[in-house]
């Protein structure tokens, strides 16, 4: 009988094991989804134009609307949906892992995702939205709102890795 009950344990253990090991496939086959929608010129303009309207909200780790604020990638997310019909990957590194085009920092244009490495990390885990001049909008950290800051500062020029075009 003991023997019986052991065979039992093995095989739901088993059965437990491959469910849990499918199902953390299921997030990185997310993550490395196509964006199949491009963004024309006038809807960049829209995305860049609503982006403005958001300086000032403040930074929510999760957060993805205008009432209780937004992280880096939420605000993207929320922008390229509401003023492009866009979707795109919910976090940084899904971004990142998408089928998008990569960019070189010579040819950005706005409307590109840029990417930074921040607080010390040795991946990109910051993203924000290229406006031109050099420049683009982001949603920085906890205690900070959405603003604009210069890709030359010295901390986003030596942090910057890549960037990537919806």
């Not at 205008?66 to 795109?88: P, Q, R, T, W």
């Not at 998008?100 to 490495?117: E, M, S």
């Not at 406006?131 to 920085?140: L, Q, S, T, V």
Request: hydrophobic fraction near 40%; include cysteine; charge should be positive.
């Amino acid at each position: 009988m003991s023997k019986f009950i052991s065979l039992v344990l093995l095989f739901t253990l088993a059965g437990s094991s491959i469910a849990c090991a499918a199902d953390l496939r299921k997030p990185y086959a997310w993550a490395i989804q196509t964006v199949k929608q491009d963004a024309s010129p006038v809807h960049v303009k829209k995305v860049i134009k609503r982006a403005h309207s958001l300086l000032g909200i403040p930074y929510l780790w999760g957060g993805m609307s205008l009432d209780k604020g937004f992280d880096c990638s939420g605000m993207l997310v929320y922008l390229f949906k509401n003023e492009a019909n866009i979707h795109i990957p919910r976090t940084t590194s899904a971004m990142l892992n998408a089928d998008l085009p990569i960019v070189a920092r010579h040819k950005l244009k706005p409307g590109d995702a840029v990417f930074f490495r921040t607080q010390g990390s040795t991946r990109s885990n910051h993203v924000g939205l290229y406006i031109g001049d050099n420049r683009f909008i982001h949603a920085p950290r906890k205690g900070k709102t959405i603003r604009i800051d210069s890709m030359d500062n010295s901390y986003w020029k030596k942090n910057y890795t890549t960037a990537r075009r919806f």
